[in-house]
């Protein structure tokens, strides 16, 4: 699906790129566009931040940039496009998300990179949240005029299209549209109910009300007064038959993917019987559907990741080792001090090597029932039969490795802020690696994501991750103050004259915080 720009938007990003030079960024970040979006009071977006009391003087100073960009006399010579941030684009995707949702002719205004905005975490989404705005209230602004007008488009057929109002016509298919908004509503909800009380995930329960308020948007769409008018439940022959797959629920995750399906199910006869009275909204309905598909992936991942990783709180890193013999001696101390995961992490060792130290690995993690996570190499993973395997961000992509380890395999992925930890959840990462947190003497950086990413990974997330980077006894407890429950670590353990005596006091410290990690759900 192709979107277009409004001359607006248009303007709006070319003045984000703009202030992006001028700040010699190197990159253009949501805050750029922000200030673009309010340097044009008459532009959509602006109307709608001064209708929410953000003045565009107030947004340059909270973001402590310049006011308008004066237009050089000069035409500025061209250079190269400068790069967007991974936030940038991700509120990119999100602006065009919103516009195949709400506008007709797909187009891009300056509304949907504002709402775009609001969904890519940071300053930028951070200072409009403060004025109150929320995806939720900002829907409403979203093309007002063709988010709930109904006239159909023409259609490519002779055949005129159903009239819903009339009688006849309208009453049979009104009970089917009244009962299938009904059904994805309610399958919707006991969704969210699962998520927001058995998972306790913030993130995720923001984007299935998302969808229900889409959907209360696109119902918005129909006749209401007909769909009430056609509602006839207790003449619905199938109110009362209930099949025995209907009655038996196993545990709450069985509830969870029979709502998944039955909500998916009513948004496929949404979609078909609209095609009847307006192809457009219909569309509304199928990007609902694919959007309940992504949210099924993202709920199972988190609640098997949930439930497979339990309580491991303590991976540990181990390689770079001289031979063979000091490996194994380390990661049987390692698993003897209690450490869950062994991950192992080799640079320099040729293939052959590499995969004989991997199935020794394998063998003792084995024995002690931890699991075994191999760096980097999904193929390698694959034939030392590791549990899983850790990823960079610039290592081959998740969805790449998956096709190597295979659907039950555990992969987990590096992230280093906020946008990569949001991207990597979407991509279905199984657990998360969250950090530097402070500097590391196994692996050097320029950056450090430090204690406040560790912070927004707790605010975040419940799909299991692990705190990283020069965590030892001394400063993990200011980690599990931020609001880690596990970590990940190197040279704590394996430099330590005592591994085993190293792991068994980090072990400790991570069973003393409150257990908030295994959901009593299955
Ligand atoms: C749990 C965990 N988190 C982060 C990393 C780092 O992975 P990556 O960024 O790919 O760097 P290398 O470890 O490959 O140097 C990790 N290994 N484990
Ligand atoms: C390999 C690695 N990755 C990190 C990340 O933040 O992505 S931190 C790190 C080093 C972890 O070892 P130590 O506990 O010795 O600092
Ligand atoms: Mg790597």
Same mark, same amino acid.
């Given at each position: 699906?192709?979107?277009?720009?409004?001359?607006g938007?248009? &303007?709006?990003?070319?003045?984000?790129?703009?202030?992006?030079?001028? &700040?010699?960024?190197?990159?253009?970040?949501?805050?750029?566009?922000? +200030?673009?979006?309010?340097d044009?009071?008459?532009?959509?977006?602006?109307?709608?931040l !001064?209708?929410?009391?953000?003045?565009?003087?107030?947004v340059?100073?909270a973001?402590?940039?310049?006011?308008?960009?004066?237009?050089?006399?000069?035409?500025?010579p061209?250079? %190269?496009?400068?790069?967007?941030?991974? !936030?940038?684009?991700t509120?990119?995707?999100? !602006?065009?998300?919103?516009?195949? #949702?709400?506008?007709?002719?797909?187009?891009?205004?300056?509304?949907?990179?504002l709402?775009?905005l609001?969904a890519?975490p940071?300053?930028?989404?951070?200072?409009?949240?403060?004025?109150?705005?929320?995806?939720?209230?900002?829907?409403?602004?979203?093309?007002?005029?063709?988010?709930?007008?109904?006239?159909p488009?023409?259609?490519?057929?002779?055949?005129?299209?159903?009239?819903?109002?009339?009688?006849?016509?309208g009453?049979?298919?009104g009970?089917?549209?009244?009962?299938s908004?009904?059904?994805?509503?309610?399958?919707?909800r006991?969704?969210?109910?699962?998520?927001?009380?058995?998972? %306790?995930d913030?993130?995720?329960? $923001?984007?299935?009300?998302?969808?229900?308020h889409?959907?209360?948007?696109?119902?918005?769409?129909?006749?209401?007064d007909?769909l009430?008018?056609?509602?006839?439940?207790?003449?619905d022959?199938?109110?009362?038959?209930?099949?025995?797959s209907?009655?038996?629920?196993?545990n709450p995750?069985?509830?969870?993917?029979a709502?998944?399906?039955r909500?998916?199910?009513?948004?496929?006869?949404?979609?078909?019987?609209t095609?009847?009275?307006?192809?457009w909204l219909?569309?509304?309905?199928?990007?609902?559907?694919? %959007?309940v598909?992504?949210l099924?992936?993202?709920?199972?991942? #988190?609640a098997?990741?949930?439930?497979?990783?339990?309580?491991?709180?303590?991976?540990?890193?181990?390689g770079?080792?001289?031979?063979l013999?000091?490996?194994?001696?380390?990661?049987?101390?390692a698993?003897?001090?209690?450490?869950?995961l062994i991950?192992? $992490?080799?640079?320099?060792l040729?293939?052959?090597?590499?995969?004989?130290? #991997?199935?020794?690995?394998?063998?003792?993690t084995?024995?002690?029932?931890? &699991?075994?996570?191999?760096?980097?190499?999904?193929?390698?993973?694959?034939?030392a039969?590791?549990?899983?395997?850790?990823?960079?961000?610039?290592?081959?992509?998740? $969805?790449?490795?998956?096709?190597?380890?295979?659907?039950l395999?555990?992969?987990?992925?590096?992230?280093?802020? $906020?946008?990569?930890?949001?991207? +990597?959840i979407l #991509?279905?990462?199984g657990?998360?690696?969250?950090?530097?947190?402070?500097?590391?003497?196994?692996k050097?950086?320029?950056?450090?994501?430090?204690?406040?990413?560790?912070?927004?990974? !707790?605010?975040?997330?419940?799909?299991?991750?692990y705190?990283i980077?020069?965590?030892?006894?001394?400063?993990?407890?200011?980690?599990l103050?931020?609001?880690?429950?596990?970590?990940?670590?190197?040279?704590?353990?394996?430099r330590?004259?005592?591994?085993?005596?190293a792991?068994?006091?980090?072990?400790?410290?991570l069973?003393?915080?409150?257990?908030?990690?295994?959901?009593?759900?299955?």
């Open positions: 699906m192709q979107e277009t720009f409004t001359e938007a248009i &303007r709006a990003l070319e003045r984000a790129e703009k202030r992006a030079r001028h &700040r010699d960024a190197e990159a253009v970040e949501p805050t750029d566009l922000l +200030a673009a979006l309010v044009e009071p008459e532009s959509r977006a602006a109307e709608i !001064a209708q929410f009391g953000l003045e565009p003087s107030q340059w100073s973001l402590g940039v310049a006011a308008p960009l004066t237009e050089p006399e000069e035409p500025e061209a250079g %190269d496009v400068l790069p967007q941030s991974p !936030a940038f684009r509120a990119m995707s999100d !602006a065009k998300y919103q516009a195949r #949702a709400f506008d007709r002719a797909r187009l891009v205004g300056t509304e949907h990179l709402a775009g609001v890519a940071g300053p930028a989404a951070d200072l409009v949240a403060g004025a109150g705005i929320e995806l939720e209230n900002l829907l409403r602004h979203l093309s007002p005029e063709s988010a709930v007008e109904t006239s488009l023409p259609l490519d057929t002779e055949i005129p299209p159903l009239e819903l109002t009339e009688p006849g016509q009453v049979d298919l009970r089917i549209l009244d009962a908004a009904n059904r994805a509503r309610e399958g919707l006991v969704v969210e109910d699962y998520v927001r009380f058995a998972l %306790d913030s993130g995720l329960t $923001r984007r299935i009300k998302d969808v229900r889409r959907l209360a948007a696109a119902v918005q769409g129909l006749d209401l007909t009430i008018g056609s509602r006839d439940t207790r003449g022959v199938g109110t009362h038959i209930m099949t025995a209907e009655q038996a629920r196993e995750r069985a509830v969870l993917t709502n998944f399906k909500t998916a199910e009513a948004l496929r006869t949404l979609e078909e019987y095609k009847l009275i307006d192809v219909s569309g509304r309905f199928e990007v609902l559907r694919y %959007d598909y992504t099924e992936k993202l709920t199972l991942t #988190a098997g990741s949930k439930r497979s990783l339990g309580e491991a709180r303590l991976m540990v890193l181990v770079g080792l001289p031979t013999g000091d490996l194994t001696w380390v990661v049987g101390e698993l003897a001090g209690g450490a869950d991950q192992l $992490r080799e640079k320099d040729p293939d052959r090597e590499w995969l004989q130290r #991997a199935r020794e690995v394998r063998i003792l084995a024995q002690a029932r931890a &699991r075994f996570i191999l760096n980097d190499r999904p193929d390698l993973a694959r034939l039969g590791a549990d899983g395997v850790h990823l960079g961000q610039d290592d081959v992509t998740l $969805r790449d490795a998956r096709r190597i380890v295979g659907p395999s555990l992969i987990g992925v590096s992230t280093h802020d $906020r946008p990569q930890l949001e991207q +990597a #991509a279905g990462a657990y998360l690696g969250v950090g530097p947190v402070f500097s590391s003497t196994t050097d950086f320029s950056d450090l994501a430090g204690l406040a990413f560790v912070r927004q990974a !707790a605010e975040t997330t419940t799909l299991p991750w705190a980077g020069g965590i030892h006894e001394e400063n993990i407890e200011q980690v103050e931020a609001g880690a429950s596990r970590v990940a670590v190197s040279s704590a353990v394996v330590a004259p005592s591994p085993r005596r792991a068994a006091a980090l072990r400790a410290r069973e003393a915080v409150g257990s908030n990690l295994a959901s009593d759900l299955p």
